[in-house]
């Protein structure tokens, strides 16, 4: 079952512009990563925000949580034609069967 | 480096093969992940296993299963393979099962 849900599907910008990601899910969480796929290869572990977290940076990305609305977000500021890739929120909810639960991601290219 | 190698990149089989899938990592990871991979449908749990000789099916098991007879290895087997498996198939191991999952770099099987 889907747990989370990106949005938007799709995101096409400029090179130095930032971009944000969404991500929307259903149930109460332990924590919430963000994961990064370049075209036709595996995913990348970006960043784990955990339930009492509110925000959290590593280098250009910044995540925020909100528990309340459950969603997150996912900001990547000034944005170079190698960010472009898919992106995919996974959830590890509480009291799951101890295992993550990934959305169907954005895809996000970034024009040189 | 940290490395979760899957044997083939492609792999290209009849309806009713009997194919193998291998993963192995050398990061001494208890757990380790069979996922697949399909346009819009995000990233789908097949099985999962804990430890050596342990597995627990995730969201589609139905159609394969799994083998861990050594720490580093884990095996998807699909037992007769279906046109409705051809799919991108990721390996993924971790150290706890819900916290960043390092993958491999995916084997995008095709069933004719």
């Known amino acids: 079952s889907q747990q989370g849900e990106e949005d938007p599907q799709a995101l096409s910008i400029q090179e130095g512009e930032n971009a944000t990601m969404n991500c929307s899910y259903k149930t109460s969480i332990n924590n919430l990563q963000w994961y990064r796929q370049n075209s036709g290869r595996g995913l990348v572990h970006l960043i784990l925000i955990r339930s009492n977290e509110r925000e959290k940076h590593s280098g250009r990305l910044r995540v925020t949580l909100d528990t309340s609305k459950k969603s997150s977000s996912l900001l990547i500021t000034a944005s170079r034609a190698a960010d472009t890739a898919s992106y995919f929120c996974a959830t590890d909810a509480s009291g799951s069967a101890r295992q993550l639960t990934f959305g169907s991601g954005t895809q996000l290219t970034v024009l040189p | 480096d940290v490395k979760v190698t899957q044997s083939s990149r492609y792999l290209v089989k009849r309806t009713g093969e009997k194919v193998f899938l291998e993963c192995v990592q050398d990061?001494?990871?208890?757990?380790m992940f069979w996922y697949r991979q399909d346009p819009g449908l995000g990233l789908r749990l097949i099985y999962f296993?804990?430890?050596?000789?342990?597995?627990e099916k995730g969201d589609i098991p139905e159609g394969y299963s799994v083998s861990r007879e050594k720490k580093e290895r884990f095996s998807l087997i699909l037992e007769s393979a279906s046109t409705n498996q051809t799919s991108m198939y990721l390996c993924?191991?971790?150290?706890?099962?819900?916290?960043?999952?390092?993958f491999g770099s995916g084997t995008q099987l095709s069933v004719l």
């Open positions: 993924a191991s971790s150290f706890t099962t819900t916290e960043k999952l390092f």
């Open positions: 296993s804990y430890d050596v000789k342990m597995k």
């Open positions: 990061m001494d990871h208890e757990n």
